[in-house]
Every structure is written in C-alpha cells, then in structure tokens.
C-alpha cells in the first residue's frame, strides 16, 4: 500500500542526491593556492562568492580575487582594485589588505607608507579603500581615510568581527614607551575608521618564541567557536622562525578586559621541516563549501632567505583543515606539505 511516508522518503531521497552529487564534485584544494600571496585573508560572504586579497610582492597595489570555491581562487582573475600614490604617506609599500562589508559597504583595510626609500618607509600607517557600489569587483575604489588610534606610531593588520551585535577592530601597533616592535590591540568601532572607546591592550611579545629576530605581536584574526573567541597572531621575525600564537576569551566575557584573555604559551603553529614548510603565518579563517572550518595562512617552501625576508617574493597563500579539542580549543597541528588537501 501506498502511504504518504512513503512518497515523503522518496522527495527526501530524490532531494538529497543532487546534493550528495554537489558535494562530491566540490573540487580539491591543492596547495599552495595561490603563489606570491602573503599576509592572505579570504572572506567568505553572503553573495556565496569567496574572495580573497594579500599581498603582492611588489607591495604596490591592493588586489582582489574571487571564486565560488575554495579550490577555485587558484585560477580566479584577479582585479587590481588601487595603486599606490605618486607621492605622500600612501606613496610606498602597501601591507597585508583586508576585505570586510561593513555598513552595507565594501571596506579594505591595509597599512601603507611613504616613498624615497631610508627608514621613513617603514613609517608605516593603517588606511582604508571603499568601494562605491555593490560589486568589489566592478566598482570604483577610493580612499576613505586614516585609521585613528591613541598614538601616531607603526601600526598595521587591522582586523574587523561582530560579537554581540557590536562591531570592534583588532590591530598590531608599536606603543610608545614599550620597547617591542608591535603588540595587539582591540577597541569597538564608532566608524570604520575611528574607535568608539580607548583600546585595550591584548598582547605584548614577551615568549622568547614571540621575540626571535623582532619583538612581534601582528596580524591577528578571530575565530568564534565552541563559546568562546579564538585570536590568533603572528610572531617573530618573518623568515622561517615566524609561527603563529592564540588568545582566547570566554565568549560571556568582557572583550575588553584584557585579564579575561590568556595566551597560549606555547606556538599553535609552526615551521615542519619534515613538510618543508617554512614560516607559517598571517592567517585568516573560512569555511569550505561544506561548513568545515578552514584556516588560511602564508609561508615558504624553503628556510634559507638572501637578504630581508619581506622582500622574499616566496610567501604563498595555503590552506588546511582543522580540529577541535574535546574542551572546544581549535588544534591546527603542523603544516602540511604542498600538494592536494585531503579532506578531515
């Protein structure tokens, strides 16, 4: 006999196979992703594009790229969204962009600095880009500002998140009085560009694996899961000795306590020789098509570096899986070696 059971098994299962048919098509990543990409952030957003933007070896342009699939950003066009200036502070090295929509608009961060060479180019300073329409790939960009902070000093790696229904930044910069290259810092936002409270101060590079080469707390990112907050960061100089740390929050706490942070006190990722993979860093997180949680990050295949290691072109966009700890902490375990990721 025919029942309504039996029709309503036989929808589910003729919905659920192009479904199953989806996901087995879903390409592989195959790593490295993108070649000559550092300080790499790939945003995944509701228009279900993923787009991912970095650093270009010459340090002049901010790029954009983007693909319905992870795997896909290997081969995507990639759109050169802005130069930098003929002259003034955004006349030199462009570092480490971020894309985020905020507003209703799209926003990139990066940190720029002048030209005409000397020690004036690392005078390094947080702006942002705005795009004028609703596509960043087809609109106009142009410049909204200068981040605003307590002190007019090195900063970059700016970060946005919503927790809570309120929106804050997240940032590296060298406090004067405080003999460190860079440490974190976190304030809600007003505007994109200017702080709705005084920032509180996160981390400092004290860890002698946080002070190899350079006394360096940078480029954090946000991770919410499991009822907490996740910020990872980068350490050290950025050849091989570069490897990233983690703070964590209770996600019930007061973000900007800083007694309600602990960090790791060990790295939470690290150069493998074993997988010739040299410098990890300067990551960002995603998901997959899937929902699986992606971490996204740089680093070489090689450890030996002639000369300054920012000017190493090598710095190339990877991707891997990650787990969780049965108390909810994320382990990324040790880079893994080039070529296709297998999935966990």
């Avoid at 608009?105 to 940190?111: C, D, I, L, P």
Wanted: charged share 20%; aromatic share 12%.
């Amino acid at each position: 006999m025919l029942t309504r059971r039996f029709f309503l098994a036989g929808a589910a299962a003729a919905s659920a196979t192009p479904a199953l048919a989806r996901v087995s098509a879903v390409p592989t990543i195959v790593n490295p992703v993108v070649r000559q990409r550092a300080d790499a952030q790939v945003f995944r957003h509701t228009d279900g594009w993923y787009y991912l933007t970095g650093s270009v070896p010459e340090y002049d342009r901010l790029v954009l790229r983007r693909s319905k699939t992870l795997a896909g950003l290997a081969t995507a066009q990639e759109r050169v969204l802005w130069r930098h200036q003929a002259s003034g502070p955004m006349s030199g090295f462009l570092w480490a962009p971020e894309l985020h929509r905020i507003d209703g608009k799209w926003v990139m961060y990066f940190a720029a600095g002048p030209s005409g060479g000397g020690e004036d180019v690392f005078r390094i300073r947080t702006y942002a880009v705005v795009c004028d329409g609703p596509d960043p790939m087809t609109g106009s960009w142009s410049v909204l500002g200068q981040l605003q902070t307590p002190w007019d000093s090195f900063n970059l790696d700016s970060t946005s998140f919503v927790h809570k229904g309120r929106r804050y930044l997240a940032w590296a910069q060298r406090e004067p009085g405080i003999e460190t290259n860079s440490n974190l810092y976190l304030a809600p936002l007003a505007t994109p560009l200017t702080l709705a409270a005084p920032p509180v101060r996160l981390s400092v590079p004290t860890l002698d694996w946080e002070i190899q080469g350079y006394k360096v707390n940078e480029a954090p990112a946000v991770l919410a899961r499991n009822g907490r907050l996740f910020m990872t960061y980068s350490a050290s100089a950025t050849d091989a000795r570069y490897c990233m740390g983690m703070l964590s929050c209770r996600a019930d706490a007061d973000l900007m306590e800083a007694a309600n942070w602990s960090k790791s006190p060990v790295p939470v990722f690290q150069t493998s020789a074993e997988h010739r993979i040299f410098g990890p860093g300067h990551n960002s997180f995603t998901v997959d098509e899937r929902g699986r949680d992606v971490l996204v990050y740089h680093a070489r295949d090689y450890a030996e570096i002639k000369g300054d290691p920012l000017f190493d072109p090598n710095r190339h966009t990877r991707m891997q899986y990650f787990r969780y700890a049965a108390d909810g902490t994320p382990i990324f375990g040790p880079p893994v070696a080039n070529g296709p990721l297998r999935r966990i």
